[in-house]
T-cell receptor, first 111, second 113 residues
Framework: AQSVSQHNHHVILSEAASLELGCNYS??????LFWYVQYPGQHLQLLLK??????LVKGIKGFEAEFIKSKFSFNLRKPSVQWSDTAEYFC?????????FGTGTRLTIIP | KAGVTQTPRYLIKTRGQQVTLSCSPI?????VSWYQQTPGQGLQFLFE???????NKGNFPGRFSGRQFSNSRSEMNVSTLELGDSALYLC????????????FGPGTRLTVT
C-alpha cells in the first residue's frame, strides 16, 4: 500500500524567510503528486500538482515543488513567506487506486 | 462554476444515532470521494463513487456507507455513531478518472456526544 510521509509536523518561520516542506512517498509505479493547503477556517485548496513533464512545478501564491523520482520526494518550496501563508499543508499521492494524504504540516508565520 | 457543496455544515448527534451527509459535486464531475479528517489521523479515505458505483473503499467499518445518484450527487451514512466518529467529513469531486485532480468541499463538522 502506498504511504506519504511529511516529517515536519509544525514549522514556525518569520516573514520573508524561505520555506521548504518535505514530502516522501512509497510507491513504485506511476504517481500523480499534489500539494493542498488548508487556511484557517477554509476548505482544502489545490496549491499545485505534478502529473508528468518538467519535474519543477509552479503553483499559486509563489509556491513551487520539485519531483525527484529517485528520492520518491515532492518537496514544497517558497523563497519568501508571508504572514498569510499561515495554514496547514498536505502532500498527497494518487496512484492506481486512491488519493493518499500525508499527515500535514502546520505552518505558522510570525510577522 | 460552483464548487463542491456539502450539507449540513455542522451537525451534533448522540452516540447510537445515525447520520446522513450530502455532497454535490462540481457540475460535470462524475467521481465523488469521501474523507474523514481528524487531528490525530489526518485525512483518511473512506470511499469513492463513480457512475453510481462504489469504485474504491478505505479501511473503515461497515457502519460507514455511501451512495451516488444519477446526477452524481452523493450521500454518506454513518450508523450507530460512536464518539470516535467526531470529525470533519470532506467530499471531493473530479471529472472521472481517479488519478485526476480532486476538488474539495468545505466539509461537514460532525460532533458525537
Amino acid at each position: 500500500a502506498q504511504s506519504v510521509s511529511q516529517h515536519n509536523h509544525h514549522v514556525i518561520l518569520s516573514e520573508a524567510a524561505s520555506l521548504e516542506l518535505g514530502c516522501n512517498y512509497s510507491y513504485g509505479g506511476t504517481v500523480n503528486l499534489f500539494w493542498y493547503v488548508q487556511y484557517p477556517g477554509q476548505h482544502l485548496q489545490l496549491l499545485l500538482k505534478y502529473f508528468s513533464g518538467d519535474p519543477l512545478v509552479k503553483g499559486i501564491k509563489g509556491f513551487e515543488a520539485e519531483f525527484i523520482k529517485s528520492k520518491f520526494s515532492f518537496n514544497l518550496r517558497k523563497p519568501s513567506v508571508q504572514w498569510s501563508d499561515t495554514a496547514e499543508y498536505f502532500c498527497a499521492v494518487n496512484s492506481d487506486e486512491k488519493l493518499t494524504f500525508g499527515t500535514g504540516t502546520r505552518l505558522t508565520i510570525i510577522p | 462554476k460552483a464548487g463542491v457543496t456539502q450539507t449540513p455544515r455542522y451537525l451534533i448527534k448522540t452516540r447510537g444515532q445515525q447520520v446522513t451527509l450530502s455532497c454535490s459535486p462540481i457540475s460535470g464531475h462524475r467521481s465523488v470521494s469521501w474523507y474523514q479528517q481528524t487531528p490525530g489521523q489526518g485525512l483518511q479515505f473512506l470511499f469513492e463513487y463513480f457512475s453510481e458505483t462504489q469504485r474504491n473503499k478505505g479501511n473503515f467499518p461497515g457502519r460507514f456507507s455511501g451512495r451516488q445518484f444519477s446526477n452524481s450527487r452523493s450521500e454518506m451514512n454513518v450508523s450507530t455513531l460512536e464518539l470516535g466518529d467526531s470529525a470533519l467529513y470532506l467530499c471531493a469531486s473530479s471529472l472521472g478518472h481517479h488519478k485526476e485532480t480532486q476538488y474539495f468541499g468545505p466539509g461537514t463538522r460532525l460532533t458525537v456526544t
